[in-house]
Structure formats: C-alpha cells, structure tokens
T-cell receptor, first 113, second 113 residues
Framework: DTAVSQTPKYLVTQMGNDKSIKCEQN?????MYWYKQDSKKFLKIMFS???????INETVPNRFSPKSPDKAHLNLHINSLELGDSAVYFC????????????FGSGTRLTVV | AQSVTQLDSQVPVFEEAPVELRCNYS??????LFWYVQYPNQGLQLLLK????STLVKGINGFEAEFNKSQTSFHLRKPSVHISDTAEYFC???????????WGAGTKLIIKP
C-alpha cells in the first residue's frame, strides 16, 4: 500500500543505453513530478503533469521524455544515457488545489558507467 | 518570483542538544512554507507546513517551526536532538499563484555522540 512507488530502485547502465523509470501513486492526486537530485543533494524539478497534461517542462536535455498514461502514473524515459545523468531521480505527487504538500517516492539511483 | 535560502549547508550538534535550522524566503505575495526531511538513502518526507493561522507550527518527531513574516523566515527547531535525526532538511515555499514548490539547497544535520 505504498503511496508513491518507483521502479527500479537502482539502475546501473552503460553510456549510450536507453532506460525507463516508472512511477505510480495511489493517493488520488492529480499532479505528478519528476525531480533530479545531484550528489550535492540539490533538488531540480524536471517535469510536472496535472491530469495527464504537461505543465512544467524545465530546461532538461530532450533525451529525457516523460509520459503520463493516466493521472496515477508518470514514467521517465531517458535516451542515450550520459555520465552526467547519474543521480537520484524522485517522483512525487500532490493535489493541485489541496494542502500543497508533496508525497515523494523513495527514489531511483541511476548510475551511468 | 520566489526564492528560498537555507543559510547553513551543515549543522553539527551534540546529541540531546537543541538545534535550529535556518530558512529565509523572498516573495512579493503571501506564501506557504514547508520543511521536508530526507533520511539517508530515502525519499523526502513532510515534517511540517505553514499555510495560515498560528505562526508556530508543530510537526512530526518533535520538530517545530515559526513563521516570521517581518523577517521572512521559517526556522526549524528541536529542543533535544537524537542520533536518528541525522538527515538532510529542506525548506520550500509555494504561493497561490504558483503551486510548484521552490526548494532551498538543504541543510545537513549532523548529530555528534
């Protein structure tokens, strides 16, 4: 009964590969997010979807493509992985007009070698 | 535009001593304020939030924070820390016109035995 679940938890892959990270929330929230956390713990918003519509699309390489098949799921696909993509990626959800709190997944630690 | 400054990147403190983690924000409109905690190798978890009303907000694990509008601050305090409080703490702000959370850079709380 995890609120926001991400898979996989760990991902080790070679440069140039394509990989996907999946996220699902069972909170009934209408908004979902992808964050990147670097080695210095800095949180950077990448994308946000509200009711399956892209509402935040920060400056990230176009190798990163989000996809929201429904408001409970938000996936992240990364093409042609580079060493600099190594980070922890967090999915989060919230209710757009709710109490503004985010619920985070436990993260996906991506290591590109 | 809003911004959040966490003045200390690391705060070392002895076990059972009090601690204050500082957060200042910048905004031209009314804000909502949050503290999140990230334990090692985990996702972020909401500690407490200020939406309106009493400026002293109590959260989980014995933490509290005080909203000071004149000082544009939302400092986090705990009267007596435990080794289990070792974590990264993030301050964040949002507004009615922008529900997206704006994050501080984080403060690492280091508990010394």
């Amino acid at each position: 009964d995890t609120a926001v679940s991400q898979t996989p938890k760990y991902l080790v892959t070679q440069m140039g590969n394509d990989k996907s990270i999946k996220c699902e929330q069972n909170l009934g929230h209408d908004t979902m997010y992808w964050y990147k956390q670097d080695s210095k713990k800095f949180l950077k918003i990448m994308f946000s979807y509200n009711n399956k519509e892209l509402i935040i699309n920060e400056t990230v390489p176009n190798r990163f493509s989000p996809k929201s098949p429904d408001k409970a799921h938000l996936n992240l696909h990364i093409n042609s992985l580079e060493l600099g993509d190594s980070a922890v990626y967090f999915c989060a959800s919230s209710q757009w007009d709710g109490d503004y709190g985010y619920t985070f997944g436990s993260g996906t630690r991506l290591t590109v070698v | 535009a809003q911004s959040v400054t966490q003045l200390d990147s690391q705060v070392p403190v002895f076990e059972e001593a009090p601690v204050e983690l500082r957060c200042n924000y910048s905004s031209s409109v009314s804000v909502y304020l949050f503290w999140y905690v990230q334990y090692p190798n985990q996702g972020l978890q909401l500690l407490l939030k200020y939406l309106s009303g009493s400026t002293l907000v109590k959260g989980i694990n014995g933490f509290e924070a005080e909203f000071n509008k004149s000082q544009t601050s939302f400092h986090l305090r705990k009267p007596s820390v435990h080794i289990s409080d070792t974590a990264e703490y993030f301050c964040a702000v949002s507004t009615d016109s922008n529900y997206q959370l704006i994050w501080g850079a984080g403060t690492k709380l280091i508990i010394k035995p």
